[in-house]
């Protein structure tokens, strides 16, 4: 292991931080249930978005976006990547990758943890690291060496992707309820992970979002997703400790966010804010101005260009890489994928997202005016395209399925925060509506964002809103079109 007098050479490294189904239920969000002082720490002394979404809430179509900067109807990664689902993005996405944008910009890149997108070969990292996905704190002892490593001059790049808090690991026996709690991933019976101070939650303490039923079944669950949540923090607070015992810490980008919101109906797969809504911490020490809030909207698209621009590698005009990789020559010379559809009839010429490291020097910046979303599949059976236009004002949905009854993933309808609601009938409360207006939904949501941030009362009908209906039609139509988004050709034979 590298000592911190040979690490020094190191400087402009970059973290990136990614969980997996997290909310912005942090204590630097205002949560006063959450404890989480480590990333808290870090938005002490960084900058935190408070308008920072994900375009799709499923996980393998996320992670795509946020390594491609491509909304996932384009980069061909519709769906879940592993089993049978067996999604994958177009080759030719290879230039523009996070991986690969940041090695071609003089970057040595490790991945840890969660992966979950493909082709391998597209999002290609030089090492890989394993470690334990539900224990943060061996994910960042794995990752020590690979940190602190004094024999490459190059600084680092490290994709550190957890597990927690998905839902998993079977459910808690121990609880008196009828319909048992998932556990998160954590241990049953309150045991730990090695290394993790474990921190438990009374169900009676937690906070429970407006999206979802203020029950039992729903508040065990949520104390299980918070412990969940706090292993993960326990992660980044091993990180921060690595590196400034190596001196690192005052020369590496910290990025911390989720791939969209929490494993609950209501969140993850809808396009609802509580699965877009996520968290949004960035500490860059080269900046003087820390320690702030900043209210631009930033999508997960900007990331990649982002963290490029972070390393000098983003040729601003053009909005691509500068030292950009020739696909067709990259794929000639491996022999791979020759005849392979590898861009869907269109060259990757540039990211749909752009830099947001303005707003990192002036936080008072606006940066996207309206953000798009765009989610078709999480598991293979769930086909429910929806398409989303939202800025400060109002937020549109179109179910373009509509006619269909919303499909679930499995895990989410086995929750019993779920199926204790779906046992009280079509009209039992279930948030801001009821099971039956969940699982049946109208062709347009319209919802007033400045009055109506729960997404309660659904404006699409409204005659006082008709004009407000035809113009974020437009706005959706003209992003879907920038975009190229195939399922535009459904406004005219669907």
């Known amino acids: ?96 990758a996070l991986p690969r944008v940041m090695q071609r910009a003089g970057y040595r ?71 048992k709690p998932n556990l998160f991933g954590n241990k049953p019976d309150h045991g730990a992970y090695p290394g993790v101070e474990e921190v438990f939650f009374d169900p009676a303490d937690v906070t429970v979002p407006a999206f979802l039923p203020d029950t039992p079944e729903t508040r065990e669950e949520l104390a299980q997703y918070y412990q969940s949540c706090s292993r993960v923090d326990a992660g980044v607070a091993r990180l921060v400790q690595i590196l400034k015992q190596a001196d690192l810490f005052d020369k590496t980008l910290l990025v911390f966010t989720s791939d969209h919101g929490m494993a609950f109906a209501g969140g993850k797969t809808t396009v609802y804010e509580g699965g877009l809504r996520v968290p949004f911490v960035v500490r860059d020490p080269y900046q003087s101005q820390r320690g702030v809030e900043t209210d631009a909207m930033i999508s997960h698209i900007d990331i990649t260009p982002s963290l490029l621009d972070f390393a000098g590698g983003l040729d601003t005009k053009k909005n691509r890489p500068k030292n950009m990789l020739d696909a067709n020559k990259f794929w000639n010379e491996r022999e791979e994928a020759l005849l392979d ?66 499909p679930f993933a499995s895990d989410l309808w086995a929750a019993s925060s779920w199926q204790a609601q779906l046992a009280k009938g079509n009209d039992a409360p279930y948030g801001q509506m009821t099971i039956g207006r969940y699982v049946q939904r109208p062709e347009f949501e319209l919802f007033d964002m400045q009055t109506d941030p729960n997404e ?37 034979y669907e």
């Open 1 to 96: 292991m590298a000592t911190p007098q040979t690490a020094r050479s190191a400087e402009r490294n970059v973290i990136f931080i990614i969980t997996d189904d997290e909310s912005p239920t942090l204590g630097c969000y205002g949560d006063s249930a959450a404890k989480t002082p480590a990333i808290d720490a870090i938005a002490a002394d960084g900058v935190l978005f408070r308008n920072a979404f994900a375009t799709t809430a499923s996980c393998s179509a996320s992670r795509s976006v946020v390594m491609s900067g491509l909304h996932n109807h384009r980069n061909g990664q519709f769906g879940h990547q592993h089993h049978y689902h067996k999604f994958a993005s177009f080759h030719d996405v290879v230039s523009l």
């Open 109 to 179: 890149t490790g991945q840890i943890g969660k992966y979950h997108v493909a082709p391998e070969s597209v999002f290609h990292f030089e090492t890989y690291l394993k470690a334990n996905s539900r224990n943060a704190v061996e994910m960042a002892e794995q990752s020590r060496d690979f940190l602190t490593d004094s024999a490459d001059n190059r600084p680092f790049f490290l994709y550190f992707g957890t597990s927690d808090p998905h839902r998993g690991g079977g459910t808690d026996k121990s609880s008196d309820q009828k319909l």
């Open 341 to 406: 559809n590898r861009n869907g009839n269109k060259p990757f010429a540039s990211y749909h997202g752009k830099s947001w490291m303005h707003v990192l020097k002036n936080p008072n910046d606006h940066h996207h005016d309206t953000i798009m979303a765009s989610h078709t599949f999480h598991e293979i059976q769930m086909y429910y395209p929806m398409r989303v236009v939202r800025d400060k004002d109002f937020k549109l949905i179109w179910n373009i399925a509509h006619p269909l009854p919303f």
């Open 456 to 492: 309660s009362t659904n404006l699409a009908d409204s005659p006082g809103h008709a004009d407000v209906l035809e113009k974020y039609k437009a706005k959706l139509k003209a992003m879907q079109k920038e975009f190229d988004d195939p399922w535009i050709l459904k406004w005219q």
